[in-house]
């Protein structure tokens, strides 16, 4: 194993991990709510209290438009997808039921559920981290 010094990026790594939790603690902090993508998304699709929508579509407005706002500082970087439609498709579904079984996602858990030193978070991120493990060595050595 080697290391892609060209691509090793600590301190913008970490400037970034900086930007996410404080943006995770304020947004805690001012609305008292998780930033979890996944119910964030989830609570748009199927509302449940009146009122609740405008903050849920600013919120992912800025997930998508985000990376236009960066690209007027600084170019956007390469991304290289090495699947297929049908792989990404079958992952994406994969994910979303993940992320229904282990009430919530990566975000949720990793982000704002360590940071409150949740129990269930805890748990939740180490099962999300092992099934990557098994996921990219089943892929890899076993189907190939």
């Not at 706002?69 to 049908?86: H, N, R, T, Y």
């Amino acid at each position: 194993m080697t290391i892609d010094w060209a691509n090793f990026t600590p301190w913008s790594s970490l400037a970034g991990g900086i930007v996410i939790g404080l943006a995770t603690a304020m947004f805690l902090l001012f609305n008292g709510r998780i930033a979890g993508i996944s119910g964030i998304l989830g609570g748009l699709l199927q509302p449940i209290k009146k009122g609740d929508i405008g903050w849920r579509v600013a919120f992912i407005t800025g997930l998508i438009f985000s990376p236009i706002a960066f690209s007027v500082g600084a170019p956007l970087p390469e991304v290289q997808i090495d699947a297929g439609a049908a792989s990404l498709i079958m992952a994406g579904l994969l994910v979303g039921i993940g992320t229904r079984y282990g009430s919530g996602c990566t975000s949720g858990h990793g982000v704002c559920g360590l940071s409150r030193l949740s129990p269930r978070s805890m748990v939740a991120t180490a099962l999300f981290i092992l099934a990557g493990f098994v996921t990219v060595f089943i892929t890899r050595h076993l189907i190939g």
